[in-house]
C-alpha cells in the first residue's frame, strides 16, 4: 500500500470511517474501525495530517491523535458539506473530509486543551442551571395562580410566595399541594447555591490568566465573556484579523451583493451563539450607561442615528475586534480618547 498523506476521519460514538489518500491525491485506504481499535491504528501509521469535522468529542481525538505524531485540523461540518458527493453516508463523509481539509481556502477550528473545555463546561452547565431556575420559578408561579395568589414580576414576588408555600398557617393552599410546592421550592433552592458556586468558579479562572485580567478592563467584558474568550479561542492567529473573528461569532452584517452592488443586512448569528450573545449583553450594558451620560463619543454619535439594540450589535463587534487585537499583541485595553490624544 502506499504511504498514507492525509486522511479523512468521520467520527461518532463507536464506529470510525477513515478515507486515505497519497501524496499524488489518490485513495489508498478505506477503512472502518471500531472505537477500541482506531488509536492503536494510528499508532502504527506514519505521521499525515488527519482531517475531522469540529462536532461532539472531536477535540478529545484531535488531542489524541497529535500525542501520536499527527497532525490534525478540525474543519466546521458545514464547510465540509459542500465536498459530499450524492448519497451522505460515512464513507462519504470520510472522502468528503479528506478533500476538503487540503483546500488552501478552508477555515480550521483551534482544537481546545482539557483545561479549555472544562472552562466551557461551566459556562454550559451555567446555562442549564439558569434555565432550570427559569422553569422551577415558572412551575411555583403557574401552580400558585390555580388557587389565586399571584404576586408581582421578579426575584422579589417568587420570594413572596415561596414565603406563603414555607407558612404552613397559611389555609389558601391544601395540603396535598403543599407538599407538593415544597418539593419545587427545594429544589429552586438546591439550584440557586449551585448557580452561586459556578459563579465563583467563573470569576477565579477569569482572574487566574493574564489574559483574562486584562480582557476584563475592556468596557462590556466581564467574567463571564473573559473566561468563555480564554477557553473559545486558544489560538487568535487562526484569525486574520479582528473582522474574521467577528464574522466567526456571527456579528458582522449578511451579504446579498452582487454585480457590484452591496447589499447589506442584518447580522448572520453564525457561529459561536453563547459568545455572540454574551457580548450583546455586555454592550447593552455599555449603552444603558452611555445613554445617562454626557461625553460625545463614536457611541453617543452612534446612538444618535440607530436603535440601541442596533448600536449593541455594533458595540459587540467592535469589541470583538478589540479583543482579538489585545490577544495578538498582548497589550492592555486603551480609551479610545487616549488613543485620539
Not at 502506499?2 to 467520527?11: F, H, M, Q, T
Not at 474543519?75 to 470520510?94: C, F, G, I, L, W
Not at 395540603?175 to 439550584?191: D, S
Not at 464574522?247 to 448572520?268: D, H, M
Amino acid at each position: 500500500m502506499a504511504e498514507v498523506r492525509v486522511i479523512g476521519l468521520d467520527i461518532a460514538k463507536s464506529v470510525f470511517q477513515l478515507h486515505g489518500v497519497d501524496a499524488a491525491g489518490a485513495t489508498v485506504l478505506k477503512k472502518q474501525l471500531k472505537r477500541s481499535r482506531l488509536l492503536p491504528f494510528f499508532e502504527k501509521l506514519p505521521p499525515c495530517l488527519v482531517g475531522i469535522e469540529a462536532c461532539a468529542t472531536s477535540h478529545f481525538w484531535a488531542r489524541e491523535l497529535t500525542k501520536r505524531g499527527h497532525e490534525v485540523k478540525l474543519m466546521p461540518a458545514q464547510y465540509v458539506k459542500p465536498y459530499v458527493k450524492r448519497q451522505k453516508n460515512d464513507m462519504a463523509d470520510a472522502e468528503a473530509i479528506a478533500e476538503a481539509v487540503t483546500r488552501p481556502s478552508m477555515r480550521f477550528v483551534g482544537p481546545k486543551s482539557a483545561e479549555q473545555q472544562s472552562t466551557m463546561m461551566l459556562h454550559k452547565v451555567r446555562l442549564m442551571l439558569n434555565r432550570q431556575l427559569t422553569m422551577l420559578t415558572n412551575a411555583i408561579r403557574a401552580h400558585m395562580a390555580e388557587f389565586g395568589i399571584v404576586a408581582a414580576v421578579g426575584r422579589g414576588g417568587a420570594d413572596q410566595l415561596i414565603a406563603i408555600i414555607d407558612d404552613e398557617a397559611d389555609a389558601r393552599i391544601p395540603t396535598e399541594a403543599r407538599q407538593c410546592l415544597l418539593m419545587l421550592v427545594a429544589q429552586l433552592r438546591i439550584v440557586k447555591v449551585q448557580i452561586l458556586e459556578n459563579d465563583r468558579r467563573v470569576m477565579a479562572l477569569a482572574r487566574a490568566t493574564e489574559l483574562g485580567r486584562r480582557l476584563m478592563e475592556v468596557p462590556g467584558v466581564g467574567p463571564l465573556v473573559a473566561s468563555a474568550l480564554v477557553a473559545c479561542v486558544p489560538d487568535p492567529a487562526i484569525f486574520r484579523c479582528g473582522r474574521n473573528m467577528a464574522a466567526w461569532l456571527g456579528l458582522v452584517p449578511r451579504q446579498n451583493s452582487s454585480g457590484g452592488k452591496e447589499r447589506l443586512g442584518s447580522i448572520t448569528k453564525a457561529g459561536n451563539r453563547y459568545l455572540r450573545q454574551m457580548l450583546f449583553v455586555g454592550a447593552m450594558a455599555v449603552i444603558r450607561r452611555a445613554m445617562q451620560g454626557t461625553r460625545r463619543t463614536w457611541l453617543s454619535r452612534l446612538l444618535e442615528r440607530r436603535a440601541p439594540k442596533v448600536a449593541a450589535a455594533a458595540l459587540a463587534n467592535k469589541t470583538a475586534r478589540t479583543v482579538w487585537a489585545m490577544m495578538m499583541s498582548g497589550e492592555r485595553y486603551r480609551e479610545p480618547m487616549a488613543i485620539a490624544a
